[in-house]
């Protein structure tokens, strides 16, 4: 007899359990529907425009945003420049009195607010006219010079230079000519020469 009711006691506990998983799971389910039900499109959700976005729902205002997002990063970069540094220098022997090209130049980048200055050296021949020219071949090509009668000293070095500033619509080259006072001097020693400044360049 106590078997029997044993066994009764186990299948309705058994019964028990899964008449209570049925009902979990019916719950589960309906709560699904109900959320899946209830979810709401983006497009429905009204959105007060307070940044003049042209929108009167979310998606509109988020894709609004992100336009505005990119164009005022488009700004940006049309304000952007990059800057480089230039130089070059060389050693130079004077063989004439005469104004002469000095075999140095620099080539400065299309779109570019530029600022070089040429420098001539002085050890053995007075720089007295130096001058940064837009023609290898040509004295007439100046775009800036100096005129001196004796070296100047700066930073403890006998130099005298010239600068240009320009806006270079396209690449140019710019050419370093020279007048030395020029004598034949066995004990005569190599001239520095130099230019040197830097191009901010457009980013696009």
Not at 2 to 14: D, F, T
Not at 48 to 59: G, K, R, T
Request: a neutral charge; hydrophobic letters at 30%; aromatic letters at 10%.
């Amino acid at each position: 007899m106590q078997k029997k009711v044993g066994e009764k006691m186990k299948k309705l506990k058994e019964s028990t359990k899964i008449i209570i998983g049925m009902v979990i799971g019916l719950i589960l389910s309906t709560a699904s529907y109900v959320v899946a039900e209830n979810l709401i499109d983006s497009k429905d959700v009204i959105y007060e425009d307070n940044s003049n976005l042209v929108a009167n729902n979310v998606q509109d205002a988020i894709d609004g945003t992100c336009s505005k997002i990119d164009t005022r990063l488009s700004d940006i970069e049309d304000k952007l420049y990059t800057v480089k540094n230039l130089a070059i220098s060389r050693g130079y022997e004077p063989t004439t009195n005469e104004l002469a090209y000095t075999g140095v130049s620099i080539t400065l980048p299309a779109k570019s607010y530029c600022s070089i200055t040429g420098g001539a050296g002085y050890y053995s021949h007075i720089p007295l006219r130096v001058s940064l020219n837009s023609n290898s071949t040509s004295s007439n090509s100046t775009l800036s010079y100096s005129d001196y009668s004796s070296p100047q000293v700066t930073d403890g070095a006998s130099i005298n230079s010239t600068t240009y500033s320009v806006y270079t619509e396209n690449a140019m080259t710019i050419y370093l000519w020279v007048k030395y006072s020029y004598n034949v001097n066995p004990a005569s020693k190599l001239e520095s020469l130099y230019i040197t400044g830097f191009c901010a360049t457009k980013y696009k």
